[in-house]
């Protein structure tokens, strides 16, 4: 009787982002986060001129969960764009 290799299915890293940052997260653990500020990616700011545009954070975003990806074993599952803020990118008080 023959046994199989059996594998464990490597994690999915997934990406959600908003105007307000972005969220990493590994099935459903956050493990980064970062805010839309110009200067600052751990500060959020509702001003527009000290903020980064969707499609910046939305590149940021790709960047990070891939690189988490290669650092954590897991394989890169896309990002997606939340369009209410309050489902996501944990409340941070804006």
Not at 20 to 35: E, K, P, R, S, T
Not at 60 to 72: G, H, L, N, P, Q
């Amino acid at each position: 009787m023959s046994q199989r290799n059996r594998t464990k299915p490597l994690p999915a890293v997934r990406g959600q982002y908003n105007i307000n940052g972005y969220d990493v997260w590994i099935g459903g653990q956050l493990v980064y986060a970062a805010g839309n500020h110009v200067q600052d990616s751990t500060q959020y700011t509702a001003c527009e001129q000290d903020r980064l545009p969707l499609r910046t954070i939305r590149k940021f975003c790709i960047k990070t969960a891939r690189e988490i990806a290669m650092e954590r074993g897991g394989r890169f599952a896309g990002v997606e764009r939340v369009t209410d803020p309050c489902t996501t990118i944990r409340s941070r008080g804006l």
